[in-house]
């Protein structure tokens, strides 16, 4: 019952967001403009409840969208300068070229698929350490300005929300790579440390985010020298915090992301540098329930080592007596 209570109190808040998202596009652009937004977002809600199927008349509402938002942000951002003087001392810790995972609750309570995740990224870590980050240590890896902390304590700033600014954080102070906690790892991460500028790119893949498949910010990567790079998307995502107590929109870190790249050639060129990789990074969870076929996910993971899951899904580790693809991977990492 409690459950379902603070369910249904998201939802509202979120309507509520929506709402106030709206009108704030209508006043700094138009309604007109406002409303394609809206419509935007019902078009992925479509996409999200027939299996995320990309109609023709989808990707252009949603190309629309980005192109109304991508104005928005020049709005609000127009005339601001990001300052990217970089700090040395962090490199004196001796945690940089990490790997970062973030599991606010602690790693007591951890859905399975979620230790089975960070147990596979530690497989195939290599001299890199993983470090799990949670709401009780992370204060030892960051110091996010008072402003971000009050936001975070009265519940404007929410754990998804912090955790948006935790990543970018992380990297521009001490470089390494970012993983969601729920990616399922098949092969050595090294290959990923050696780019300035790494994440997930799969070109023209859906058109749900503006990055249309040209990063994934799940997954983030920069080196000690190159986190200049977070540095600058640090300060657009502090500014925009500034200025708004709530999502414009839910993928809000993405346009921060698109205008940096747009507006800054360093962060363009370094973008522009990561080549295509993890092409089938979505497809074991489309296969998650079914049964495990070894031919199968031999052809996954030929071009793939990063396979994004989700701790919000129903698993199960057989189907009529047969393992399950799930059942193999918690079977894998025992």
Same mark, same amino acid.
């Given at each position: 019952?409690?459950?379902?209570?603070?369910?249904?109190?998201?939802?509202?808040?979120?309507?509520?967001?929506?709402?106030?998202?709206?009108?704030?596009?209508?006043?700094?652009?138009?309604?007109?403009?406002?409303?394609?937004?809206?419509?935007?977002?019902?078009?992925?809600?479509?996409?999200?409840?027939?299996?995320?199927?990309?109609?023709?008349?989808?990707?252009?509402?949603?190309?629309?969208?980005?192109?109304?938002?991508?104005?928005?942000?020049?709005?609000?951002?127009?005339?601001?300068?990001?300052?990217?003087?970089?700090?040395?001392?962090?490199?004196?810790?001796?945690?940089?070229?990490?790997?970062?995972?973030?599991?606010?609750?602690?790693?007591?309570?951890?859905?399975?698929?979620?230790?089975?995740?960070?147990?596979?990224?530690?497989?195939?870590?290599?001299?890199?350490?993983?470090?799990?980050?949670?709401?009780?240590?992370?204060?030892?890896?960051?110091?996010?300005?008072?402003?971000?902390?009050?936001?975070?304590?009265?519940?404007?700033?929410?754990?998804?929300?912090?955790?948006?600014?935790?990543?970018?954080?992380?990297?521009?102070?001490?470089?390494?790579?970012?993983?969601?906690?729920?990616?399922?790892?098949?092969?050595?991460?090294?290959?990923?440390?050696?780019?300035?500028?790494?994440?997930?790119?799969?070109?023209?893949?859906?058109?749900?985010?503006?990055?249309?498949?040209?990063?994934?910010?799940?997954?983030?990567?920069?080196?000690?020298?190159?986190?200049?790079?977070?540095? +600058?998307? %640090? &300060? !657009?995502?502090? =500014?925009?915090?500034?200025?708004?107590?709530?999502?414009? $929109?839910?993928?809000? *870190?993405?346009?921060?992301?698109?205008?940096?790249?747009?507006?800054?050639?360093?962060?363009?060129?370094?973008?522009?540098?990561?080549?295509?990789?993890?092409?089938?990074?979505?497809?074991?969870?489309?296969? +998650?329930? %079914? &049964? !495990?076929?070894? =031919?199968?996910?031999?052809?996954?993971?030929?071009?793939? $080592?990063?396979?994004? *899951?989700?701790?919000?899904?129903?698993?199960?580790?057989?189907?009529?007596?047969?393992?399950?693809?799930?059942?193999?991977?918690?079977?894998?990492?025992?």
């Amino acid at each position: 019952m409690e459950k379902n209570k603070r369910g249904l109190k998201r939802i509202i808040k979120r309507i509520k967001e929506e709402f106030k998202a709206s009108r704030e596009i209508a006043k700094k652009l138009t309604f007109r403009k406002a409303f394609a937004t809206f419509i935007g977002k019902l078009d992925i809600q479509i996409m999200v409840h027939n299996g995320r199927k990309e109609y023709k008349w989808i990707k252009k509402q949603l190309l629309h969208k980005h192109q109304i938002m991508n104005e928005f942000f020049d709005k609000i951002f127009n005339g601001f300068i990001p300052n990217i003087e970089q700090k040395n001392e962090d490199k004196n810790l001796n945690i940089s070229n990490n790997i970062w995972i973030c599991w606010w609750q602690g790693t007591k309570d951890m859905p399975e698929i979620v230790k089975t995740c960070i147990h596979s990224i530690k497989k195939n870590s290599g001299k890199h350490n993983v470090i799990i980050i949670t709401e009780e240590n992370y204060k030892n890896y960051v110091q996010f300005p008072d402003w971000v902390e009050e936001k975070f304590k009265n519940g404007i700033i929410s754990k998804t929300h912090l955790s948006d600014i935790l990543r970018i954080e992380l990297l521009s102070r001490y470089g390494g790579i970012w993983l969601d906690s729920t990616f399922y790892c098949t092969g050595n991460l090294e290959k990923y440390f050696t780019l300035p500028v790494w994440s997930i790119k799969r070109p023209d893949y859906r058109h749900t985010s503006v990055a249309c498949g040209e990063f994934a910010n799940y997954s983030f990567g920069c080196n000690y020298e190159t986190r200049y790079v977070f540095s +600058i998307i %640090k &300060e !657009y995502l502090y =500014e925009y915090w500034k200025l708004y107590d709530y999502m414009i $929109d839910y993928l809000f *870190l993405d346009y921060i992301i698109v205008y940096a790249i747009n507006h800054n050639e360093i962060v363009k060129q370094k973008f522009e540098e990561i080549k295509p990789n993890n092409p089938e990074c979505d497809e074991l969870l489309k296969i +998650i329930n %079914k &049964e !495990y076929n070894e =031919e199968v996910f031999r052809n996954l993971i030929k071009e793939t $080592d990063l396979f994004k *899951l989700s701790w919000k899904c129903t698993t199960n580790k057989d189907i009529n007596r047969k393992q399950t693809f799930y059942g193999k991977l918690i079977e894998r990492e025992k």
